[in-house]
């Protein structure tokens, strides 16, 4: 049986998160745009309604969440800021890692700063030398003792202003690829720490930037689930994420759409409201249809996903096409907008500079297309 409405609790919840978007996050989206600022209050108020512990469970200070009702969540911060959506997302990874592979003093230690706020994290997997091939990462956690002693750089940290940072190195040296990589729970003052940010076209309220550690020593119980393990851990939850990437950039472009619709009904040109003129029109509904048709994809891989049921190919799917199509869209609404649209005076162009990363943050669409490729034909058809 098909079913394409969401519960009564689902449509209560999604209706108190758009009021909180429109009232706490929409006003201050360009402001911390403008100053390159992270929304620390935003994210505490979000943390106080539950929404940076979706994924934790009560007794570690969380309020959990099925997988499609977090999916409205996300669409309706991302509407009132887009950029306020990746503590959540971090958050539902730190959950996914320490509930499923976390010690009980790990669990206790990290989740309940992470439901709170009161601490951030951030995910450190890109490398200079490895992005998309990113089984052959070279950062290195030495076992001494007790502890690993970690050399390397991450240079992709989105929140580098994070107080820990869940770092992917290799600690098993026998085998070149995945199966050497584990997972170590960096914190941002251990010694030889240090992190440098990067001025980014767009999502200028979520400082990126490069991780470096040198001779940075962590004792061993900071390594988060089996060693040698830590690839497969992470590469489950991007399935997850990606759905979720893709929910916010489509649920901001259907936004832009909307408002770009009114706005070609009440802008005149040649006597008549731009809607009018079929040149404009069909665009928009071509949007309208491109738009509706990734985020129900989305919602059929959150469904599959909370049915224990393979999602990867769903998620991969979404995560090339959802950033895609909601720029492109943006941008068209942006033209539509004239003069008007390419100033600051409206949110397109943040709009359009924030989503546009996504098409390469977690994995770009080539990496999305090789995984459907290797999902529907086969591995033995992969180039490597
Ligand atoms: C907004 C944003 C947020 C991010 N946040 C984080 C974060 O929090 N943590 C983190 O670790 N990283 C983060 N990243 C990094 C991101 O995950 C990587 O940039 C991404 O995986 C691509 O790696 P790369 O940049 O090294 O590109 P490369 O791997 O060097 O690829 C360069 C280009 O070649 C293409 N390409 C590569 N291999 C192939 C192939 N086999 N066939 C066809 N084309 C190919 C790619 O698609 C890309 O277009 C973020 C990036 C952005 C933009």
Request: net charge negative; hydrophobic share 40%.
């Given at each position: 049986m098909i079913d394409f409405s969401f519960t009564k609790e689902q449509e209560l919840l999604r209706d108190n998160i758009a009021k909180f978007a429109t009232k706490e996050l929409a006003p201050k989206y360009n402001h911390w745009d403008r100053n390159s600022e992270f929304p620390y209050q935003q994210v505490e108020k979000m943390a106080k309604l539950g929404l940076m512990g979706v994924y934790i469970p009560e007794e570690y200070g969380g309020n959990p969440l099925d997988?499609?009702?977090?999916?409205?969540?996300?669409?309706?911060?991302?509407?009132?800021?887009?950029?306020?959506?990746?503590?959540?997302?971090?958050?539902?990874?730190?959950?996914?890692?320490?509930?499923k592979f976390g010690t009980e003093e790990q669990k206790r230690e990290w989740l309940p700063p992470m439901a709170s706020a009161e601490k951030l994290f951030a995910l450190g997997c890109t490398e200079p030398d490895a992005g998309s091939d990113l089984a052959h990462l070279k950062t290195k956690a030495v076992r001494d003792g007790d502890d690993f002693v970690l050399n390397g750089e991450k240079n992709s940290v989105s929140m580098s202003n994070a107080d820990n940072f869940f770092i992917m190195a290799r600690s098993k040296f026998?085998?070149?690829?995945?199966?050497?990589?584990?997972?170590?729970?960096?914190?941002?003052?251990?010694?030889?720490?240090?992190?440098?940010?990067?001025?980014?076209?767009?999502?200028?309220?979520i400082p990126r930037g490069a991780v470096a550690m040198e001779d940075v020593r962590i004792p061993r119980s900071n390594m988060i689930g089996e060693e040698g393990r830590g690839f497969q851990m992470v590469i489950s939850w991007m399935d997850l994420n990606r759905i979720y990437i893709a929910l916010k950039c489509v649920s901001v472009a259907m936004l832009t759409l909307r408002e770009t619709m009114e706005h070609a009904k009440?802008?005149?040109?040649?006597?008549?409201?731009?809607?009018?003129?079929?040149?404009?029109?069909?665009?928009?509904?071509?949007?309208?249809?491109?738009?509706?048709?990734?985020?129900?994809?989305?919602y059929r891989g959150l469904w599959l996903r909370q049915r224990g049921l393979p999602y990867t190919k769903e998620a991969a799917m979404v995560k090339w096409w959802g950033p895609?199509?909601?720029?492109?869209?943006?941008?068209?609404?942006?033209?539509?907008?004239?003069?008007?649209?390419?100033?600051?005076?409206?949110p397109i162009e943040q709009r359009l500079r924030d989503v546009m990363g996504w098409q390469i943050g977690d994995g770009t669409g080539e990496v999305q297309k090789i995984i459907i490729a290797r999902e529907s034909m086969g591995r033995e058809y992969l180039p490597y």
């Open positions: 997988d499609i009702t977090i999916g409205l969540v996300m669409e309706e911060i991302a509407r009132g800021d887009f950029n306020c959506v990746l503590p959540i997302m971090i958050s539902i990874l730190g959950a996914e890692l320490l509930c026998d085998d070149p690829a995945a199966r050497g990589i584990s997972i170590f729970m960096v914190p941002r003052d251990a010694q030889g720490v240090s992190v440098s940010d990067y001025r980014d076209l767009g999502c200028r309220a009440n802008r005149q040109t040649f006597g008549k409201p731009l809607a009018r003129f079929e040149g404009i029109s069909f665009p928009l509904a071509e949007a309208e249809t491109q738009l509706e048709a990734a985020r129900w994809l989305c895609k199509i909601s720029t492109e869209v943006i941008h068209k609404c942006l033209l539509l907008h004239g003069h008007y649209g390419y100033s600051d005076k409206f």
